[in-house]
């Protein structure tokens, strides 16, 4: 099941995706978001509901917005490829490198990343992000996959002088505008085993990166016990696994979105997160 939220001639809901359009289920069901769905432990519910059910509206007559807009938290993983490891010249890290993402930094598939007044280097990270749907702590590994509601594309827009001003992420991670998500959140009926999915990043048209969910080095398991072991995950949380090599700081000479572009995160199960770049 893909569900998006979405806005339209009536305002903000949410609903299914399907392949004849979009069946609304926020102006049916008694949850406000779908954050509330999941808290709910209602998905079955909302997936009944959408079952024969006729398209509301065609996709392209509605605009998508990041499907969990009211996030408790956004945790964000750093280095978490061997390849990014690599290009940027760093160790393995022994333990998941984390920061935060505000949610109001986000955007959705097709509204426009903002590269900021304050810098040219806006960077692309095509990344796999997981929703929790059950609250945990102190998660074990092979629970981890039980507190999983479903996964999503994610573009780490990052803007790399900012980020690198000290020794802490936080400032060139969350620019306004710079971090989009989308374009649904696909469940995990659809998605059992996330490490079997590939992900390409496209600027232009052009790959930029590729590579498979197994080459995480923490992988969603490890992160979901990580993480359970100082705060509790709460359904609706975002936990964004970490970008691939290829980014544009690493390139010769480095490869900066701009205004006009085009960037696309792919990942095969759950779809394409497409976006363009316009300047703040």
Same mark, same amino acid.
């Given at each position: 099941?893909?569900?998006?939220?979405?806005?339209?001639?009536?305002?903000?809901?949410?609903?299914?995706?399907?392949?004849?359009?979009?069946?609304?289920?926020?102006?049916?069901?008694?949850?406000?978001?779908?954050?509330?769905?999941?808290?709910?432990?209602?998905?079955?519910?909302?997936?009944?509901?959408?079952?024969?059910?006729?398209?509301?509206?065609?996709?392209? #007559?509605?605009?998508?917005?990041?499907?969990?807009?009211?996030?408790?938290?956004?945790?964000?993983?750093?280095?978490?490829?061997?390849?990014?490891?690599?290009?940027?010249?760093?160790?393995?890290?022994?333990?998941?490198?984390?920061?935060?993402?505000?949610?109001?930094?986000?955007?959705?598939?097709?509204?426009?990343?903002?590269?900021?007044?304050?810098?040219?280097?806006?960077?692309? #990270?095509?990344?796999?992000?997981?929703?929790?749907?059950?609250?945990?702590?102190?998660?074990?590994?092979?629970?981890?996959?039980?507190?999983?509601?479903?996964?999503?594309?994610?573009?780490?827009?990052?803007?790399?002088?900012?980020?690198?001003?000290?020794?802490?992420?936080?400032?060139?991670?969350?620019?306004?505008?710079?971090?989009?998500?989308?374009?649904?959140?696909?469940?995990?009926?659809?998605?059992?085993?996330?490490?079997?999915?590939?992900?390409?990043?496209?600027?232009?048209?052009?790959?930029?990166?590729?590579?498979?969910?197994?080459?995480?080095?923490?992988?969603?398991? #490890?992160?979901?016990?990580?993480?359970?072991?100082?705060?509790?995950?709460?359904?609706?949380?975002?936990?964004?696994?970490?970008?691939?090599?290829?980014?544009?700081?690493?390139?010769?000479?480095?490869?900066?979105?701009?205004?006009?572009?085009?960037? #696309?995160?792919?990942?095969?199960?759950?779809?394409?997160?497409?976006?363009?770049?316009?300047?703040?």
């Amino acid at each position: 099941m893909k569900l998006i939220t979405y806005s339209d001639s009536k305002g903000e809901t949410y609903g299914v995706a399907t392949d004849d359009g979009v069946v609304n289920a926020g102006r049916a069901l008694y949850y406000p978001n779908i954050r509330a769905v999941l808290d709910a432990d209602a998905l079955d519910e909302a997936r009944e509901y959408a079952e024969g059910r006729a398209a509301d509206a065609a996709l392209d #007559e509605v605009t998508l917005l990041p499907p969990i807009q009211n996030p408790d938290k956004i945790i964000m993983v750093g280095l978490n490829y061997a390849t990014h490891v690599a290009e940027g010249g760093r160790d393995t890290p022994e333990y998941p490198m984390l920061f935060p993402r505000y949610a109001n930094t986000q955007v959705g598939h097709d509204q426009p990343m903002i590269r900021p007044k304050a810098s040219e280097r806006l960077d692309f #990270e095509g990344e796999l992000a997981f929703v929790v749907g059950k609250a945990g702590r102190h998660v074990a590994k092979e629970d981890a996959y039980d507190h999983v509601a479903g996964y999503a594309c994610y573009n780490d827009g990052s803007v790399r002088d900012w980020q690198r001003h000290t020794g802490q992420f936080m400032p060139g991670k969350n620019f306004i505008g710079t971090g989009a998500f989308g374009p649904w959140l696909v469940t995990t009926d659809d998605i059992p085993d996330p490490e079997v999915m590939s992900l390409v990043t496209r600027l232009n048209g052009e790959e930029m990166q590729r590579a498979t969910i197994d080459d995480l080095i923490f992988g969603v398991p #490890e992160l979901m016990a990580y993480i359970t072991t100082f705060t509790e995950l709460v359904p609706g949380d975002v936990v964004v696994t970490g970008t691939t090599g290829g980014v544009g700081a690493y390139r010769t000479p480095p490869v900066w979105m701009k205004e006009g572009d085009s960037v #696309e995160i792919d990942i095969s199960g759950i779809g394409v997160l497409r976006n363009p770049v316009v300047n703040e």
